[in-house]
């Protein structure tokens, strides 16, 4: 059956290799194609951790995970990768080219499709400015693009490998406010068809979301729409007032 992208995490619990205690117990919870998920929590809540699990660079010490029904751990691990866009907190770029790093995760890309993704991204002007463009050299660890410019190249990449979902951690708080509009408003096509679990700091960003999940010390303490968990949710008023 073609993927789908529902995303199910089933009495979760994570303990680090080697640590004594779980930093994630009893999450629980369902993102489905078409909307966005947002993952709120103080640092060190287990926002980042719970991200890792859902392509398996960690297993779940407890509990389960579903991609579409099926436990991740019976997809092949190449098969899971590929359906699966994850944007990691500190955008890490190879050396090499603009195009030699978008196409990691989809060698087959063609120009066009890089270009829509970089659109997308809101990272098009920059490269088209550079005069090499998609064949621009990028230095060790990306060193010679800005931190933002950075982020948002590891956005584009994730975008070309066209995954029915996607995982943004804290991808959008490093960019202006402008920005940060501009690239929310440009996702909406893809968030429309893919799943879509953000985890985010500004209160704009997460406004919108379907679905809300507030961790705190490892445990969900609120699920719900902004409305409703600033009715009934002293840890997500603290949160968005702070
Ligand atoms: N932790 C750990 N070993 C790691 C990574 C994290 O022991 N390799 C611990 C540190 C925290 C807890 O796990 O106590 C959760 O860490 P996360 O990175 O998942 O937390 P967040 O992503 O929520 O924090 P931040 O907002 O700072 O990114
Ligand atoms: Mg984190």
Redesign the pocket.
Same mark, same amino acid.
């Given at each position: 059956p073609p993927a789908r992208g529902v995303v199910q995490l089933q009495d979760v619990e994570f303990t680090?290799p080697g640590?004594d205690d779980p930093?994630l117990s009893d999450i629980n919870l369902t993102a489905r194609p078409g909307g966005m998920t947002a993952i709120v *929590?103080? @640092? *060190?809540?287990?926002?980042? @951790? =719970?991200l890792s699990l859902i392509p398996r660079l960690f297993d779940v010490t407890g509990g389960r995970v579903l991609l579409d029904g099926l436990d991740i751990r019976e997809y092949d691990p190449a098969q899971l990768w590929e359906r699966i866009g994850l944007i990691p907190?500190k955008a890490f770029l190879f050396t090499g080219t603009v195009a030699s790093n978008l196409r990691y995760g989809n060698p087959d890309a063609t120009d066009e499709e890089l270009w829509r993704a970089l659109e997308i991204a809101q990272a098009k002007d920059f490269v088209a400015e550079m005069p090499e463009g998609l064949n621009a050299p990028v230095a060790q660890g990306g060193s010679n693009v800005s931190g933002g410019q950075r982020q948002r190249l590891a956005i584009a990449r994730a975008l070309v490998k066209q995954a029915p979902v996607y995982l943004f $951690? $804290?991808s959008f708080s490093a960019l202006d406010v402008a920005t940060d509009a501009r690239l929310r408003r440009a996702l909406r096509p893809i968030s429309a068809h893919a799943t879509v679990i953000v985890?985010a700091q500004r209160v704009s960003t997460i406004v919108d979301a379907d679905q809300i999940i507030v =961790?705190e010390n *490892?445990r969900v303490v609120g699920t719900g729409t902004h409305d409703e968990l600033l009715a009934g949710c002293a840890t997500y008023v603290e949160i968005v007032q702070s």
């Open positions: 680090y640590a930093v *929590g103080s @640092t *060190g809540a287990g926002k980042t @951790t =719970l907190q $951690d $804290d985890v =961790l *490892g």
